[in-house]
């Protein structure tokens, strides 16, 4: 345990303050370190608020405050985290927002308690894989960073139930956050998203990808997952309500396309870039077929689809997220065929519900969907969706493809009319 090896004149009000009380409110102070009367007098203390002070460290001897449960942070001057913070075993609430750290020790990873996370607005480019050991964890709050990837050792973090990852540098999201079953908020504006994921959320209520200029499109299954309509809906067909689509879909902003399709407000583009697509029927590699093989003597139905002839629209439920991490690691499998799983699925086939890994894959596209934005000052916006088969046979032999879909008429459906670029 530290102690402190030198002289020290304690403060005694300060003492008398620590020693009557369980929750310090210590904000703007004017602190430039904690205070030394803690590590003297302060074991017992469970709460500690030094927001808007200018602490630049945390002394060692913070470990000695293993009674702690949330500590407030926010607003000083931190570049660190110490290795020592690992002994604040009982710590729930670490806020240390508004700081300068560049990085988060690994020995993060031993605050098995953790259930909220604050990390925002800090010089972050990356996170330890650690954080894939915080079982309590139900909010993680990581925007305004530098962050352009996750650890994929957060899929271990089942009981996450919030996500924010505004302003930051994202081109993609991970597909496990697909598989997090208690996800139900996830923010991820103003980065730069060029595709949202196709396969749906177990259980999202709110996603807001507002100001990522190079979407130029909506994933089916994701777009019906987003829709939240008035009481009284449009008798209009295939209008979705959304209100977190502002600053998206912008041509000028469009890295170079992959995909032309039909009369599309645009016509051109920028498709899943690490997935193969066909425009006929192409047969999948071995590799392909060996996944899409196990997957599905895992899960012989991991999709429950219908269809809300009211809304005009289907309902998306995923039943294998609760145990695909789990059921994968029971076969014994070579380490790179583990990982492929791991990583996940892109999309599940909407005919056969097949997992559809890297491909090759069938994309149909509903280029007359309308976007009815609840916001002032806007109204409806065209916006192409897309949906993703395992093959062109199998969107074909579906139930004649628009029955399938709740469509009226297959001319609803645009098919693929060219690649433009090469997707391998």
């Not at 402190?4 to 310090?24: P, Q, T």
């Not at 007098?41 to 449960?69: F, S």
């Not at 997957?295 to 139905?301: D, L």
Request: aromatic residues 8%; glycine residues 2%.
């Amino acid at each position: 345990m530290f102690s402190l090896d030198r002289e020290f004149v304690f403060d005694a009000e300060m003492v008398k303050e620590i020693s009557e009380r369980l929750i310090l409110h210590w904000n703007y102070r004017g602190y430039s370190a904690l205070p030394e009367e803690l590590c003297i007098c302060g074991n017992h203390v469970c709460e500690l608020y030094l927001k808007y002070n200018n602490i630049t460290e945390l002394p060692n001897w913070i470990e000695n405050m293993t009674n702690l449960t949330n500590i407030y942070l926010q607003a000083n001057y931190l570049t660190e985290l110490p290795e020592a913070i690992q002994f604040l075993t009982s710590l729930t609430t670490l806020d240390v927002s508004h700081n300068h750290l560049v990085k988060i020790p690994s020995s993060i990873g031993k605050l098995v308690k953790l259930k909220t996370l604050v990390l925002t607005h800090n010089q972050l480019a990356c996170l330890p894989s650690s954080l894939g050991c915080l079982p309590c964890l139900v909010s993680l709050l990581l925007s305004s960073n530098k962050l352009a990837d996750l650890p994929e050792s957060l899929h271990l973090c089942q009981n996450l139930e919030e996500i924010q990852l505004d302003f930051n540098q994202f081109t993609s999201l991970p597909n496990f956050l697909t598989r997090l079953s208690r996800l139900k908020r996830l923010s991820v504006c103003s980065n730069q998203l060029t595709h949202l994921p196709h396969l749906p959320f177990a259980c999202i209520e709110r996603f807001h990808c507002d100001n990522n200029p190079c979407i130029s499109y909506l994933p089916y299954p994701l777009a019906c997952q987003m829709n939240q309509p008035p009481t009284r809906p449009l008798a209009t067909r295939n209008v979705l309500h959304i209100s977190t689509l502002f600053g998206c879909f912008d041509p000028s902003k469009r890295k170079e396309a992959t995909v032309l399709v039909q009369d599309a407000p645009p016509a051109a583009l920028c498709f899943l870039p690490d997935i193969d697509l066909i425009c006929i029927n192409a047969p999948p590699s071995l590799l392909e077929l060996t996944l899409r093989s196990i997957s599905s003597r895992i899960f012989s139905e991991p999709l429950n689809i219908s269809f809300d002839r009211k809304q005009n629209l289907h309902r998306f439920e995923s039943s294998y997220h609760h145990s695909y991490d789990r059921r994968i690691g029971e076969f014994c499998l070579p380490s790179t065929l583990i990982q492929l799983l791991r990583d996940g699925p892109v999309a599940i086939c909407l005919g056969c519900q097949t997992f559809i890994f890297r491909g090759p894959a069938y994309p149909v596209f509903l280029s007359k969907i309308i976007v009815r934005h609840e916001r002032a000052g806007h109204d409806l916006m065209p916006v192409v969706c897309s949906l993703l088969f395992c093959s062109a046979s199998c969107f074909r032999t579906t139930s004649a493809a628009g029955a399938m879909a709740g469509l009226e008429s297959p001319l609803d459906w645009e098919c693929i009319t060219r690649r433009t670029t090469s997707t391998n």
